[in-house]
């Protein structure tokens, strides 16, 4: 009876099975449709974006591009699984923050939206954590 009502009105903590289950499923969404709509392109063919971080004026597009491609390749993953979380979602978050702001900072808030989008949940990512079912859940667990 507790786990049923711990499910339906949200468990005694964060630590709650359900929070730890949906944090699971947000990490799976975010970090998978990220990578395979976004980031494997990009890691397949970091150089086609060496033009378009180059108009934006950051100084070395090459290794802007790379750190791109990383961040929605590697990072999103990494999300997913869960392994490094904090430091993956910050990267991701700092990639997202640039698309909306610089890449796409002069059109209306529709072509935004995605971008935001993937900025709020690595947001979200960064200051929650991957949760107990996870890479880091499993590595914290066994430091105990």
């Known amino acids: 009876?507790?786990?049923?009502?711990?499910?339906?009105?949200?468990?005694?903590?964060?630590?709650?099975?359900?929070?730890?289950?949906?944090?699971?499923?947000?990490?799976?969404?975010?970090?998978?449709?990220?990578?395979?709509l976004h980031g494997m392109g990009k890691l397949q063919n970091p150089d086609a974006l060496v033009g378009m971080v180059?108009?934006?004026g950051f100084p070395a597009p090459a290794l802007f591009a790379w750190?791109?491609?990383?961040?929605e390749g590697a990072a999103s993953l990494m999300v997913a699984v869960g392994f490094m979380t904090r430091p993956a979602a910050l990267a991701v978050a700092i990639a997202m923050a640039v698309a909306a702001l610089m890449a796409h900072g002069a059109d209306p808030l529709?072509?935004?939206?995605?971008?935001?989008?993937?900025l709020a949940?690595?947001?979200?990512?960064l200051f929650t954590g991957a949760g107990n079912y996870s890479v880091d859940g499993l590595i914290y667990r066994k430091r105990d």
């Open 110 to 118: 529709a072509k935004k939206e995605l971008a935001l989008l993937y």
């Open 67 to 71: 750190l791109l491609a990383l961040a």
């Open 121 to 125: 949940f690595a947001l979200i990512f």
């Open 1 to 36: 009876m507790k786990l049923v009502l711990g499910f339906l009105f949200g468990g005694e903590d964060y630590k709650s099975i359900s929070a730890n289950f949906g944090v699971l499923l947000g990490r799976l969404g975010f970090g998978l449709l990220l990578f395979f």
């Open 54 to 56: 180059q108009g934006l």
